[in-house]
């Protein structure tokens, strides 16, 4: 079954880092990029970034350069996304999505961050 | 950036009647335009891709057409089931981005 599940909820205080996996399955990971997209209460779904999983590369939003670290693990098919320097803004479901054609066909379950101090 | 307005924001519409939402982009996105559904809790649907490609699996009600910045998005004959909330985004350029959302009513 070809799937993307994510790591699940976390409560963070502000200036904390949060770390969200995103495991691939049922499909060759090194195929299609994944991407990280973020959904705060009653917002638009917003774009952070995306990863090669086949080399590594990386390209982010510039509203979230600086603060957005997407990586993977290739023998885990699993990728990840760090979100530093937390505040209150931040608090979304953070969700990530299998590149390719079409484009975000697949996507995690979410995973809710909560920031509060 | 791309900018992406829909309208109407919020619409109420009865079972079988046609609904028809509008999406503008800030410049020529070509056809790089996708549509999702997103209902309460859940993550965004793909229904259409491609400015009018039916994404596998999806009802035939739902159609889209349009190309450069001017996009339309129909539910032939409106369901019960169809209530959610409906977005159109663009993937011509970085960063990609999302219309503010339809959200549809009965």
Redesign the interface.
């Known amino acids: 079954q070809v799937q993307l599940v994510q790591s699940g909820a976390e409560v963070k205080k502000p200036g904390a880092s949060v770390n969200i996996s995103c495991k691939a399955s049922g499909y060759t990971f090194t195929k299609d990029a994944i991407?990280w997209l973020r959904q705060a209460p009653g917002q638009?779904?917003?774009?952070l970034g995306w990863i090669n999983p086949a080399t590594g590369n990386t390209?982010y939003?510039?509203?979230f350069q600086g603060r957005v670290t997407i990586s993977r693990d290739t023998s885990a098919t699993t990728a990840y996304v760090e979100v530093s320097s937390l505040r209150s803004e931040d608090t979304a479901?953070y969700?990530c999505a299998r590149g390719g054609?079409?484009?975000?066909?697949l996507?995690?379950?979410?995973t809710l961050v909560t920031v509060s101090s | 950036d791309i900018q992406m307005t829909q309208s109407p924001s919020a619409l109420s519409a009865s079972v079988g009647d046609r609904v028809t939402i509008t999406c503008q982009a800030s410049q020529d996105i070509k056809m790089n335009l996708n549509w999702y559904q997103q209902k309460p809790g859940k993550g965004p649907n793909l229904l259409i891709y491609g400015a009018s490609s039916l994404h596998t699996g999806v009802p035939s009600r739902f159609s889209a057409s349009g190309s450069g910045a001017h996009f339309t998005f129909t539910i032939g004959s409106l369901r019960p089931e169809d209530i959610a909330t409906y977005y159109c985004q663009q993937y011509d350029n970085l960063p990609y981005a999302f219309g503010q959302g339809t959200k549809l009513g009965i």
Do not use: C, T
Not at chain 1, 101 to 105: N, R, S
Not at chain 1, 107 to 110: F, H, I
């Open positions: 991407h638009r779904p917003e774009w390209k939003s510039q509203k479901v969700y054609i079409p484009l975000w066909a996507w995690g379950q979410g």
